[in-house]
Structure formats: structure tokens, C-alpha cells
């Protein structure tokens, strides 16, 4: 990280709490140039984005503010100024909500798009970032690379399609900031492996895939494989109520339980498939 004046002559913090609840002004100023630059700049004021202009503001008002359509600005001038007095009195939450809407918008370069949110993020010290067009509360780059390598991996092999569904179901249920679901998130974590791990052996549960990896060709150190054996054991544990319906008192997993297991996910799947890939095993 490069270092500003300030903070080479020790009157600035060289770091900054990082933003998990909360969004200051820097980071919403910077999200809100995000968004004019590449989503309002792209519909007008010119008579040829009037096609534009219309789309943005009709979805905005129908599906994400839900108030009558006829009511959307239909004025350039009228649009700016009146998003930009709602965004800088939206709640922390509803930024993300917005630009996460936005992703959406068929007028935006998609990739370039979030490549500036997530660098601005960054650079804010948010706890956020965009992986699969969903912002999620994931803050170490490392994390952030294991899931995104492991969902673009998985996309290579037909057969792997469960495994991505699993993995992109626990993103979502981490990532809702609203009414996060942390059990539904670890439960698609280690579904996720189990998933993988069958597919690779052509085994029924997970526990017969860990035992039949060697004879299909693949060679897992032993502690490795049986520290995913004891957390597969863990989300079997009444007491985790994960996978078993919640009849008694449980310990209800936190965000960092959900978060561990989801990156555990990734990382053990990119390291199984190109072992599985490696002895024949799968297909593309």
C-alpha cells in the first residue's frame, strides 16, 4: 500500500477500522461517482440515451424503491438530482443494496463495473466486496480469491454444476445484510464438498467418497481428509442443528462459523478437483 503525506509523517492512521456496519463519507462519495460514471453518464442528458434514461428509471421505481412507475423522473436533471438526495440519505445497507441492483443494468459494463466497486471497497476499508455479482461480507482478499477460483472452476465441468449451486446458495445466505442465514449458509458449504467429493468417486454420501478416494486414484494426505471428516461430523452434530431439524437447544453458528466453513469449502474443492481431474475423473 502506498503511503500519503500524511501518513509518512505520522499525522494520519496508515490504517482505518475496517467498515463493516457503517459507511463514511469517503466511501459513499466514492460509490456514488461509481455509479455516475458508469450508469447516469450512460443515459443521457442526450436525446440518444432517452431509451436508457427510461429503462433505469422505470426499474429503479418499480423494483427497487416499489412506488408507481408514472412516477419515475423522466428528466435527466430530474433523475440526478433526486437519486442523489436519496443516496446520501440511505441507510449504509441500502448503498450496497442499490449498487449491488445496478449490476444488473444492461447499459453497464458489468466487469468494469464491479472492478471499480470492489477497488473502491478496498481502498475504503470496507468488510465488503463482490464475488458473483453479490456483495458479500468477506474481507481478506485471500478468502475473497478462493471463492471466486473455486466457482469459476467448478463452471469448466458439466458434472460440477451442483457443487457451484451449493457454493453460490451459501454466498447468498452469508451475504444477506438484512437477515443473514448462517446454518443455511454452512449447511450449503459442506454440501458443497459433499457434492464434489461424490461426484469425483461416484459414491452415495460423503462419508463413503472420503473413504473410496484413494481407490479412485486420489491421494489425500490423511490429516487433511479427516479434518473435513470432522467438520462434516460438526454439521452433523445435533447440537450444531445444521443438518438435523431443531427440536432441543443448539449452538446456532455465527458469521464467522459460516464464513470459516464457506472458504474451507473453496479451498478444499480447488484442491480435490485438480487432483480429480488429474486421474480422469471428470469430464469438461
Known amino acids: 500500500m ?29 460509490l456514488w461517482n461509481i455509479f455516475y460514471e458508469h450508469i447516469l453518464t450512460k443515459t443521457g442528458p442526450e436525446a440518444a440515451h432517452n431509451n436508457a434514461l427510461q429503462f433505469l428509471s422505470s426499474n429503479l421505481w418499480k423494483y427497487f424503491f416499489v412506488e408507481p412507475v408514472d412516477e419515475a423522473p423522466k428528466n435527466w436533471y430530474s433523475l440526478l438530482n433526486l437519486l442523489k438526495e436519496v443516496f446520501f440519505l440511505f441507510e449504509w445497507y441500502d448503498v450496497y443494496r442499490f449498487m449491488e441492483f445496478l449490476i444488473y443494468f444492461p447499459f453497464t459494463i458489468t466487469e468494469n463495473y464491479i472492478k471499480s466497486i470492489n477497488s473502491c471497497l478496498e481502498r475504503q476499508f470496507s468488510g465488503y466486496r463482490i464475488i458473483n455479482n453479490i456483495i458479500v461480507p468477506i474481507s481478506n482478499e485471500l478468502e475473497i480469491s478462493e471463492i471466486n477460483s473455486s466457482i469459476d472452476l467448478n463452471k469448466q465441468y458439466t458434472a460440477l454444476e451442483g457443487v457451484n449451486i451449493h457454493l453460490v446458495s451459501a454466498v447468498k445466505f452469508l451475504s ?4 443473514p442465514d448462517y446454518r443455511n449458509s454452512v449447511k450449503e458449504s ?11 468417486t461416484k459414491s452415495k454420501s460423503l462419508g463413503d467418497a472420503f473413504t473410496n478416494l484413494e481407490s479412485a486414484g486420489i491421494n489425500i494426505n490423511k490429516q487433511l481428509k479427516e479434518s473435513f471428516i470432522k467438520i462434516y461430523a460438526y454439521t452433523n452434530d445435533k447440537v450444531s442443528g445444521i443438518r438435523h431439524a431443531i427440536i432441543d437447544a443448539h449452538d446456532a453458528p455465527d458469521f464467522e462459523t459460516a464464513k470459516y466453513m464457506l472458504v474451507a469449502a473453496s479451498a478444499f474443492i480447488n484442491y480435490l478437483i485438480p487432483l480429480a481431474n488429474k486421474a480422469k475423473l471428470l469430464e469438461k
Open 2 to 30: 502506498d503511503l500519503n503525506f500524511s501518513q509518512r509523517m505520522g499525522i494520519a492512521p496508515i490504517t482505518k477500522p475496517l467498515q463493516l456496519d457503517s459507511i463514511n463519507d469517503e466511501l459513499r462519495n466514492e
Open 176 to 179: 444477506d445484510r438484512t437477515n
Open 190 to 200: 459442506i454440501s458443497a464438498i459433499e457434492s464434489a467429493c461424490r461426484i469425483a
